[in-house]
């Protein structure tokens, strides 16, 4: 990032969800056949040639792959190694597989459940059928749709998808054995902070989504969520702090920032609904410990979200966050991270808030924990 102005020493310059993955080792626990979270599920091809089209059943599973993906509480297996498998294993791509079939592809595919789905006309009605199999004991569940005949695709798969999302955790629940679930994440942080002196901590991301600031950065939010259940309730960044950044910005007269400045992004002081660029700042560490007073550690960074492609009437929209955390006592930059990602949604907006929040997420999941082994012990 590269300063150009300064202004009081502040110089400006510059059903199925993907699960966030941990680089920190928590403690384990033995769950029982009703913990259903990070369930890891496999959605094969559909047998289907709906409304004459002879590839529909591939369509169906695709769209609805991606739809499940943001339901939060279920892990996709990527659809190339499900097509990979299927082909190795001589299955094609009818997604039609028998109990002992079902247990080979889900130890290939590393895969807890494999959901399969047929459509079918009958009379005036077009029926879809869904099945989810367990991979471990053959087990399996199912539910039938009835919808009118003349249903068009989109609504066949917002039907679909929303039926599954509800059943497939209650499936889980009779199909799998007990298995080993990590923890809490809250409940891991609380853990891990025991014996220590919580220091203030400020969470200050300001995002941009799709070219305009706003008030609610999702990155920010994911942060201040998970110190908060964690009961480490962030302090609230002032009003008067983000007014001293920002007088920052208007400035013109030009300076070389100091060596020790740490740089902070700072939105637009004026019409922040205006497509603007985001503004980098350099500060003085000892100016950001009068802005930021009580804070020993600031959470800080950027992100944006831009509008993604088109797949089958979804948007599917990226994200983009870097953060850093910076250590106000000394003044020195102690962890960086930055995470990109993915969702989709009938919403291009809906789509890039949803991939922000994931970012912010598998952020705050791999920043949080070596934050707080640096807090002090106490005595």
């Not at 367990?134 to 539910?143: D, I, V, Y």
């Not at 907006?349 to 922000?356: N, S």
């Amino acid at each position: 990032m590269r300063a150009e102005h300064v202004l009081g020493g502040i110089v400006p310059g510059m059903v199925v969800c993907l699960s966030a993955a941990l680089v920190w080792a928590e403690p384990e626990t033995t769950t029982t056949k009703s913990d259903a979270g990070n369930l890891r599920v496999a959605l094969l091809p559909f047998v289907s040639d709906f409304q004459g089209n002879r590839d529909s059943g591939a369509l169906i599973a695709e769209i609805l792959a991606a739809r499940l993906s943001v339901s939060g509480s279920l892990t996709m297996v990527d659809r190339t190694d499900i097509d990979k498998i299927l082909k190795e294993q001589g299955l094609g791509a009818s997604g039609a597989v028998a109990a002992d079939q079902a247990a080979r592809i889900g130890r290939l595919l590393g895969a807890q459940l494999l959901v399969t789905g047929r459509t079918a006309t009958q009379g005036d009605d077009t029926l879809v059928f869904c099945k989810a199999i367990s991979t471990e004991t053959g087990q399996l569940k199912g539910c039938l749709l009835t919808l009118p005949k003349e249903t068009g695709l989109p609504t066949l798969i917002d039907k679909t998808a929303a039926k599954l999302e509800e059943s497939l955790p209650v499936w889980a629940k009779e199909l799998l054995p007990p298995a080993r679930q990590p923890v809490n994440h809250a409940a891991a942080l609380r853990e891990r902070a025991k014996g220590k002196v919580v220091p203030g901590i400020a969470v200050w991301i300001p995002e941009v989504h799709f070219g305009r600031f706003v008030v609610d950065p999702a990155v920010e939010t994911e942060f201040q969520m998970l110190l908060t259940e964690a009961g480490m309730s962030p302090v609230e960044v002032s009003p008067r702090s983000v007014k001293s950044l920002q007088s920052a910005v208007s400035s013109r007269a030009p300076a070389i920032a100091p060596a020790s400045a740490v740089t902070v992004v700072v939105p637009p002081a004026h019409s922040p609904e205006a497509q603007q660029s985001p503004v980098p700042v350099a500060v003085d560490p000892r100016q950001l410990r009068e802005l930021f007073p009580g804070v020993r550690y600031l959470i800080c960074g950027e992100a944006f979200s831009e509008d993604g492609r088109e797949l089958h009437g979804l948007v599917v929209s990226s994200a983009r966050a870097e953060v850093k955390v910076v250590d106000l006592q000394s003044g020195k930059i102690i962890l960086v991270d930055r995470a990109t990602d993915h969702a989709p949604d009938l919403s291009a907006r809906v789509a890039g808030k949803t991939a922000l929040q994931k970012a912010g997420r598998t952020l705050a999941l791999r920043m949080l924990p070596k934050l707080i082994d640096r807090f002090e012990s106490q005595k």
